[in-house]
């Protein structure tokens, strides 16, 4: 079993800069992928970024080159978001899957609210 928190959303204006942290604790140890997706009001939860066991990482094409994921250590990873803008307003959910076992495991969310 694995729990996720999401922390450090809020509310900022448009090109201003915000960090999100992921807590986990449980079996995390394997072959897995950490990652962060978010849903805006009436749209489809979307992945934004996914960091690999072993290091590969992949961003939405609407983040690259503002957003940055990085895992420190097996339980901890951050979602550096620079230049944000109104469109990046959604819940942020932390997500946590086991290659081996393809069993999915979410945080709770963290709003982001970023205004014009």
């Known amino acids: 079993q694995v729990r996720l928190e999401e922390s450090g959303g809020g509310l900022v204006q448009a090109g201003e800069s915000l960090t999100l942290s992921c807590s986990a604790s449980?079996?995390?140890?394997?072959?897995?992928?950490m990652g962060w997706y978010r849903q805006a009001p009436g749209k489809e939860r979307e992945r934004v970024a996914i960091?690999?066991?072993?290091?590969?990482k992949e961003y939405a094409s609407s983040v690259e080159g503002r957003f940055t994921a990085s895992r420190v250590n097996p339980y901890t990873m951050y979602l550096q978001m620079n230049s944000l803008t109104p469109d990046d307003t959604g819940v942020y959910y932390c997500?946590?899957?086991?290659?081996?076992?393809?069993?999915?495991?979410w945080g709770p969310g963290t709003q982001v609210t970023v205004s014009s």
């Open positions: 997500n946590f899957r086991d290659l081996h076992t393809s069993a999915d495991y």
């Open positions: 960091i690999y066991h072993g290091g590969p």
């Open positions: 449980g079996s995390i140890f394997g072959n897995s992928a």
